[in-house]
């Protein structure tokens, strides 16, 4: 799950980029790997920095200092396609037929037939793994299409309604094209999110467009509005346009950004993150009584696992008439562990980030609630942990079913094989992960907790859950060939080719600008889409200057 921001700035004179790299670290829980910005300066040039790792190691104020202008976009990676070579770091950038940056969350499922028509008819190169350069060259092919020096609105609508009819997959994206303006769009499901939000600047508005709202609340952008399924919105300094880019099709946002991927401060599609992981932790409570009814049994306290599982947690406890206790003390500077590449890193980071105390646990009976268990690891990890400090029996309660399928639409979870419940009961699981006893949210109870903030939303993608794919396309075939691309054991051998072929793993050959090695690049716009004096005239006086 990456994170996009876009920020355009009603006066051209201000510099967006210190806004930017301060919403992108509300949107770090989407993606650790990478991070990237760029602006779009005078005379329509583009100025980038990103690389690997953490916002706040990327970029310092010399680096930031370095990106000019009053439009911008960046992105925060968790990569789902290729490797976690910063060659692939966001956003990406083409300069035929236009000037475009290009960020992108989600994953496309048809990558093998769209490179083969770039190679065999676009003739356009791709030079990483990445699907997100695909599809902004999908775009850029579309757009080279209109045939026209300059390009307007209704170009851009024609060019985005081509590339939807040939891409498959989840794609929420924001674009940025040179000395003319953002564009904002969603794929037909609106499996991934992406909204935007205006506050007023001068005699006009600023915009933001942004995964999650948390990041318009938190820059006083005010009115936020999702884009809707299947639809694009351009924002320049004269005007917003939206337009349904791609035919009606099955709303179906991902359920479990709920579960654990958005921060629960954001509203997303019109449902409070927060409320919707009460009413799990609710849904839950009603589920483990029965169960701890039915077998005989008793708990002693409720323990979260921080941190996404607090809010739920505590509301089970309430429901349940049981203490809740913060039973696990978290390392602040350890970030999300499920987000990090390689078992390896996964499993040593739980060890490293969560601490279990002796004082909650000794001689208890506890019930453990985390948001959801998918490869196990953090469940592992605790459960023993718990077991060491002195637990008498170690209950744990999911806020989300059994995962057994993998997610084709930007959550890594590419290969059944680590899934922990894939093929598993809930004994089976049990044992696996050491627990006493597992207790695991129905799927109807997880989509109604879900659902009930806004009923208009009939289905959720829950193919995590179900292995039923609202695009469609993914059979066994396309199963096996993920699995055989990106399962834990064939990415680490992936990574050092793509390390062999690069040199040392520096992705662009460019000046080095930024903390942590980021690199920053500044580059001259030669072709933009509009420059004629009537279209978009607010810009063109900044460009032309
Ligand atoms: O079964 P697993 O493969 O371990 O995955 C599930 C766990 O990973 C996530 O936590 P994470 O540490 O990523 O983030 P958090 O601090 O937001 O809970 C999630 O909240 C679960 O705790
Ligand atoms: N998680 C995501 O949204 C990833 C975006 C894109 N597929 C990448 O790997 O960079
Ligand atoms: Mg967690």
Same mark, same amino acid.
């Given at each position: 799950?990456?994170?996009?921001?876009?920020?355009?700035?009603?006066?051209?004179?201000?510099?967006?980029?210190?806004?930017?790299?301060?919403?992108?670290?509300?949107?770090?829980?989407?993606?650790?790997?990478?991070?990237?910005?760029?602006?779009?300066?005078?005379?329509?040039?583009?100025?980038?920095?990103?690389?690997?790792?953490?916002?706040?190691?990327?970029?310092?104020?010399?680096?930031?200092?370095?990106?000019?202008?009053?439009?911008?976009?960046?992105?925060?990676?968790?990569?789902?396609?290729?490797?976690?070579?910063?060659?692939?770091?966001?956003?990406?950038?083409?300069?035929?037929?236009?000037?475009?940056?290009?960020?992108?969350?989600?994953?496309?499922?048809?990558?093998?037939?769209?490179?083969?028509?770039?190679?065999?008819?676009?003739?356009?190169?791709?030079?990483?793994?990445?699907?997100?350069?695909?599809?902004?060259?999908?775009?850029?092919?579309?757009?080279?299409?209109?045939?026209?020096?300059?390009?307007?609105?209704?170009?851009?609508?024609?060019?985005?309604?081509?590339?939807?009819?040939?891409?498959?997959?989840?794609?929420?994206?924001?674009?940025?094209?040179?000395?003319?303006?953002?564009?904002?769009?969603?794929?037909?499901?609106?499996?991934?999110?992406?909204?935007?939000?205006?506050?007023?600047?001068?005699?006009?508005?600023?915009?933001?467009?942004?995964?999650?709202?948390?990041?318009?609340?938190?820059?006083?952008?005010?009115?936020?509005?999702?884009?809707?399924?299947?639809?694009?919105?351009?924002?320049?300094?004269?005007?917003?346009?939206?337009?349904?880019?791609?035919?009606?099709?099955?709303?179906?946002?991902?359920?479990?950004?709920?579960?654990?991927?958005?921060?629960?401060?954001?509203?997303?599609?019109?449902?409070?993150?927060?409320?919707?992981?009460?009413?799990?932790?609710?849904?839950?409570?009603?589920?483990?009584?029965?169960?701890?009814?039915?077998?005989?049994?008793?708990?002693?306290?409720?323990?979260?696992?921080?941190?996404?599982?607090?809010?739920?947690?505590?509301?089970?406890?309430?429901?349940?008439?049981?203490?809740?206790?913060?039973?696990?003390?978290?390392?602040?500077?350890?970030?999300?562990?499920?987000?990090?590449?390689?078992?390896?890193? +996964?499993?040593? /980071? @739980? #060890?490293? !980030? *969560?601490?279990?105390?002796? %004082?909650?646990?000794?001689? =208890?009976?506890?019930?453990?609630?985390?948001?959801?268990?998918?490869?196990?690891?953090?469940?592992?990890?605790?459960?023993?942990?718990?077991?060491?400090?002195?637990?008498?029996?170690?209950?744990?309660?999911?806020?989300?079913?059994?995962?057994?399928?993998?997610?084709?639409?930007?959550?890594?979870?590419?290969?059944?094989?680590?899934?922990?419940?894939?093929?598993?009961?809930?004994?089976?699981?049990?044992?696996?992960?050491?627990?006493?006893?597992?207790?695991?949210?129905?799927?109807?109870?997880?989509?109604?907790?879900?659902?009930?903030?806004?009923?208009?939303?009939?289905?959720?993608?829950?193919?995590?859950?179900?292995?039923?794919?609202?695009?469609?396309?993914?059979?066994?075939?396309?199963?096996?060939?993920?699995?055989?691309? +990106?399962?834990? /054991? @064939? #990415?680490? !051998? *992936?990574?050092?080719?793509? %390390?062999?072929?690069?040199? =040392?793993?520096?992705?662009?050959?460019?000046?080095?600008?930024?903390?942590?090695?980021?690199?920053?690049?500044?580059?001259?716009?030669?072709?933009?889409?509009?420059?004629?004096?009537?279209?978009?005239?607010?810009?063109?006086?900044?460009?032309?200057?």
């Amino acid at each position: 799950m990456c994170g996009i921001l876009g920020l355009l700035a009603h006066d051209p004179s201000l510099d967006v980029a210190p806004e930017i790299v301060e919403g992108l670290s509300l949107l770090q829980h989407r993606g650790q790997d990478a991070a990237g910005v760029v602006t779009c300066g005078p005379k329509g040039r583009f100025f980038q920095v990103k690389a690997n790792g953490m916002v706040r190691d990327i970029f310092d104020a010399a680096s930031v200092s370095k990106l000019i202008g009053g439009m911008g976009i960046g992105h925060v990676r968790y990569p789902t396609a290729g490797s976690f070579n910063n060659a692939e770091a966001q956003p990406f950038y083409v300069n035929s037929p236009y000037g475009i940056c290009f960020a992108h969350n989600g994953n496309l499922i048809n990558t093998e037939s769209l490179l083969e028509f770039m190679d065999e008819e676009a003739h356009r190169h791709i030079n990483t793994a990445s699907d997100s350069e695909l599809l902004l060259n999908i775009f850029a092919y579309n757009l080279q299409l209109t045939g026209k020096f300059r390009i307007n609105e209704e170009d851009i609508f024609t060019a985005l309604g081509a590339m939807v009819k040939q891409v498959k997959g989840a794609y929420a994206c924001v674009a940025m094209l040179a000395g003319f303006g953002l564009i904002a769009f969603r794929d037909p499901n609106g499996i991934r999110p992406v909204g935007v939000a205006t506050r007023p600047s001068g005699s006009g508005k600023d915009w933001i467009i942004a995964s999650e709202s948390i990041v318009a609340d938190a820059n006083g952008f005010t009115d936020w509005d999702d884009v809707k399924p299947g639809e694009a919105i351009i924002i320049t300094r004269n005007r917003v346009t939206r337009r349904q880019i791609a035919e009606p099709s099955t709303f179906a946002p991902d359920i479990f950004e709920y579960v654990y991927f958005a921060r629960p401060d954001s509203v997303m599609d019109g449902i409070s993150v927060y409320r919707s992981r009460m009413a799990m932790g609710d849904a839950l409570a009603e589920k483990v009584k029965q169960v701890l009814q039915e077998k005989n049994l008793t708990i002693d306290v409720v323990i979260p696992v921080p941190d996404t599982s607090r809010v739920a947690a505590l509301n089970l406890a309430q429901k349940l008439g049981a203490p809740y206790r913060e039973g696990f003390i978290k390392n602040r500077y350890v970030g999300r562990t499920f987000i990090m590449p390689g078992q390896q890193m +996964r499993k040593k /980071n @739980v #060890r490293r !980030k *969560l601490n279990a105390m002796a %004082l909650e646990f000794a001689d =208890k009976h506890v019930l453990i609630v985390d948001d959801s268990i998918v490869r196990g690891t953090t469940s592992k990890e605790i459960i023993q942990m718990a077991k060491d400090v002195g637990a008498k029996k170690v209950y744990v309660a999911s806020c989300a079913p059994p995962i057994r399928y993998p997610n084709v639409y930007g959550i890594d979870m590419p290969s059944r094989k680590e899934l922990v419940a894939h093929s598993k009961d809930e004994e089976a699981i049990a044992e696996s992960i050491g627990a006493d006893l597992v207790i695991f949210q129905t799927l109807p109870d997880l989509v109604e907790s879900v659902r009930q903030w806004n009923p208009k939303i009939s289905e959720f993608d829950c193919s995590v859950f179900t292995g039923k794919y609202v695009t469609g396309g993914v059979d066994e075939a396309y199963l096996e060939h993920l699995e055989s691309l +990106r399962a834990d /054991n @064939v #990415r680490g !051998k *992936l990574h050092l080719s793509t %390390l062999l072929v690069q040199g =040392k793993g520096d992705g662009e050959a460019v000046g080095k600008g930024g903390a942590n090695g980021a690199t920053y690049q500044e580059k001259s716009t030669v072709s933009s889409p509009t420059n004629r004096k009537d279209d978009n005239v607010g810009l063109h006086n900044s460009f032309q200057t």
